[in-house]
């Protein structure tokens, strides 16, 4: 536990490749977790985990302590995502250097990188675009200035390291020549104050006149793009020893210990209080932000465990079958399956591809979407513009054009406000007209008034088609307008709470209003861009548990496959349905069966309490329905579904009860007898009571037995008690061949036997038989008309039931 806590950073953040690995995965990495209090949490437990691991053997198990020593070590201040490109464009525009001397030196730094590390990483794939291309942008800033003013931000950075130099010396003068210390302190003096002068009148004429502003935001926007792309460069390869060792230490513990162990579930639970955390401090919207930020690495990457636990369980469960099948045996059966599972590989692979061939055409149309020109124009660029077309930059161009919208809304409030004079009060409404105008006119009321998204076609009678091709139309435009209305009504309050601040202050002047619009305009961008990281990580989340859950069912079809291909035809293949069942030789005393002939069950409760369904009546006592369900954490999903999640009591008197089930047409009871120790496995649609004393507990298991029975999971009622199930037909325990669909309990520790037809590829259309050998016992029902079973293609139907 100590060991799994070091792997906690890259977990929630979504960077360990362990966890992240399902097809529809984010590809852009968004959260990031700060070190700053983490690293010396690490150490600390890592001198815990040396404490506590100094008695192991053998040695190697302390290799389980490399996440956390390279935590610790690695040099880099915060695992995950960089920082945005955005805190280049969110700079306060009245604190701006005329001279853009910060741009040019984080330009200069990204072009020639300093040091042996940041050069070697330079060298390292993959390849991003030139960063030296910034200065020809930065030089046409200066260009952009009148005549007169070009070359002025290096005459104001010559100027800059004259003030340095004569301050220097200055400060050294008295120490130097102690004699002549007055006049050379009025000389330079005089000198420096001249300087000042001078670097002082070039920066205020630089300043009034700027370069055109939406000149320095492009530049500000490649600025930011580029540190980010190099600074998640940087993180990728420096945290890849730490993820790499963190996803190999995560695998061994899913594969030895299981997604249920208590240390498992612990390790979770404490990455999603993580997860919370690093959200609070990543996120500012609301509750269903931080939910979502904090929730949903945490879900994809539990997902992602337990698909690699279930392929793990696929070969833990079944070794003994490895082992006991001949080599040549195993593999024609491996091969038959290969071949007749292929249409599955063909399906999931077209899945795939639909999904990803879906995903780029969206992304195309998102980057051709304009705004709609008169006739006769040139069409309009395109709101959202890639930033590099080598590399998915879907995230980053959102961004990048949420804060230009903003901007742009920033600017024409703040122009409208500056025309009302000095009246605070116009200013204010003038400033709000203009920005809902400014919003309104780039977010259109609908999708459809922009160019380059499809239209919709007239639906009508003759053209059905027509109508189920509007379908997806309309669930984009919904998707689209309900968050559009919502930024909306956001951005229109607060900009009604500034315009009565500015009232309650009207002394205050028109620069409040200019700052309440900045300051507001900013709040909404973020608040923005959050939203569409939302509906990216949403979209993401339900992609990976489409892929999840299309993995498990060909993972599931193809054990179902290997299953009554390997057993068809050997009459001396038995097998427990689950691993590790106990022998049934090796119970104290056996279970019992109680499968009336007639329509009546007699059952005699002389100790104890009696538990029954609801929809069953009980001749005999009156129940007493409970308030409170038994064991309500054991299968509470199965039982809600089924009815059974509450029950009624029957209690034993002072002498014992005989109670009696009589059976209907659609409903024929029968009891198991179960000894201490001793268990049944069950169907809980096929449930009707059990003694109180009797434990439910539930076995997940990829074994070929359970695979064959149509589950992943086995319900099961340890003893001692009585377990009271009922069949839509007629009960039967002989040990004849029956579909598997009909078997609804068993003793575990059961031998069965699987039966098929000869022909491999009927595997599709007819449905397996299994027996059940002695000393086992099992019941099965009736074949019902038209249900007695099915070929692979309708038990994959049922593959996901509870």
Not at 698 to 717: D, E, I, M, Q
Request: with cysteine; aromatic share 8%; charged share 20%.
């Amino acid at each position: 536990m100590l060991c799994l806590l070091g792997v906690v950073p890259a977990f929630v953040t979504g960077t360990l490749p362990a966890t992240s690995w399902l097809p529809g995965t984010e590809g852009f990495r968004w959260a990031w977790f700060d070190l700053s209090l983490a690293r010396p949490l690490s150490l600390a437990l890592l001198l815990a985990a040396s404490v506590v691991g100094w008695p192991l053997r053998p040695r190697w198990l302390w290799l389980a302590m490399l996440p956390l020593l390279l935590l610790v070590l690695t040099p880099i201040s915060r695992v995950g995502a960089a920082d945005g490109p955005l805190h280049w464009i969110e700079r306060d525009r009245g604190a701006e250097d005329p001279a853009f001397e910060a741009e040019r030196t984080a330009i200069e730094r990204l072009a020639a990188p300093a040091g042996r590390v940041e050069r070697a990483l330079a060298r390292l794939p993959p390849a991003l675009p030139d960063a030296a291309a910034l200065r020809s942008q930065w030089q046409a800033l200066d260009a952009a200035r009148p005549d007169r003013m070009q070359g002025g931000g290096a005459r104001l950075r010559q100027l800059s390291v004259d003030l340095a130099q004569l301050q220097a010396a200055f400060d050294q003068a008295p120490r130097a020549q102690a004699s002549a210390a007055d006049p050379q302190r009025k000389e330079l003096a005089a000198r420096y104050a001249q300087a000042f002068a001078d670097h002082e009148r070039l920066r205020r004429l630089m300043a009034g006149h700027p370069p055109p502003a939406a000149q320095v935001w492009a530049l500000r926007a490649q600025l930011g793009l580029h540190e980010l792309w190099h600074a998640d460069k940087r993180a990728r390869w420096l945290e890849a020893p730490y993820q790499l060792a963190g996803s190999l230490l995560v695998l061994a513990v899913i594969g030895a210990l299981g997604v249920g162990h208590r240390v498992v579930l612990a390790f979770v639970g404490l990455a999603l209080l993580a997860s919370f955390v690093s959200a609070a401090g990543c996120t500012g919207g609301g509750w269903v932000a931080l939910a979502i930020a904090a929730l949903q690495p945490v879900l994809v990457g539990a997902l992602a465990l337990l698909m690699l636990r279930l392929l793990a369980r696929a070969w833990l469960d079944n070794r003994e079958i490895w082992r006991s099948t001949p080599a040549p045996a195993l593999r024609r059966a491996l091969l038959w399956s290969l071949l007749l599972w292929s249409p599955f590989a063909l399906v999931l692979g077209a899945n795939f591809w639909a999904g990803r061939t879906i995903g780029q055409a969206v992304e195309q149309t998102l980057y051709r979407i304009s705004l709609p020109v008169p006739e006769g124009q040139p069409p309009a660029p395109a709101l959202l513009r890639d930033s590099d077309d080598t590399r998915p930059t879907l995230r980053e161009d959102l961004h990048v054009a949420v804060a230009r919208l903003y901007a742009d809304i920033e600017d024409k409030g703040i122009g409208a406000a500056r025309g009302a004079g000095g009246n605070t009060a116009a200013a204010a409404q003038r400033m709000k007209k203009a920005s809902m105008e400014a919003f309104d006119d780039v977010l259109r009321d609908s999708i459809f008034q922009y160019d380059g998204v499809p239209r919709r076609r007239a639906c009508l009678l003759w053209d059905p088609l027509a109508c189920i091709a509007n379908i997806p139309l309309d669930m984009a435009n919904a998707a689209y307008q309900g968050p559009r209305n919502r930024i909306r009504a956001d951005l229109e309050a607060r900009l009604e709470a500034a315009i009565a601040d500015a009232r309650q202050a009207a002394d205050a002047g028109s620069a409040s209003v200019e700052a309440a619009l900045r300051s507001q305009a900013a709040q909404v961008s973020k608040l923005t861009r959050e939203q569409i990281d939302d509906l990216l990580l949403v979209s993401a989340g339900v992609s990976a548990l489409g892929s999840a859950t299309l993995l498990f069912v060909a993972a599931r079809a193809f054990l179902l496959m290997l299953a009554r291909l390997l057993f068809a035809q050997n009459k001396d293949a038995f097998m427990t349905i689950t691993p590790r069942e106990r022998s049934l030789p090796t119970q104290a005393r056996p279970v019992r069966v109680d499968v009336p002939e007639g329509d009546e069950l007699h059952l005699h409760l002389e100790r104890g309490r009696l538990l029954m369904k609801p929809a069953f009546d009980v001749d005999g006592a009156a129940p007493n329905t409970l308030w409170l369900p038994p064991q309500p954490w054991r299968a509470a999903l199965a039982r809600i579904r089924h009815g059974c999640y509450f029950l009624k009591e029957i209690e034993a008197g002072d002498e014992p009860r005989t109670l009696t089930l009589k059976s209907t047409p659609g409903t024929n009871f029968f009891c198991w007898d179960i000894p201490e120790d001793a268990e049944v496995a069950f169907r809980w649609d096929r449930f009707a009571g059990m003694s109180g004393s009797v434990r439910l507990r539930r076995v997940f298991s990829f074994k070929l037995g359970t695979v064959v029975l149509g589950h992943v999971s086995v319900a099961t009622a340890r003893g001692p008690g009585l377990l009271v199930q009922h069949a839509y037909t007629r009960a039967s325990a002989q040990r004849t061949s029956v579909a598997q669909a009909r078997v609804v309990g068993w003793v575990m520790g059961t031998l069965f036997r699987v039966e098929s037809g000869k022909s491999k590829k009927n595997v599709y259309v007819d449905h397996c038989h299994v027996v059940c050998a002695e000393p086992g016992v099992a019941v099965h029902e009736a074949a019902r008309e038209g249900r007695g079973g099915h070929g692979l293609w309708r038990e994959l139907l049922g593959l996901l039931r509870p």
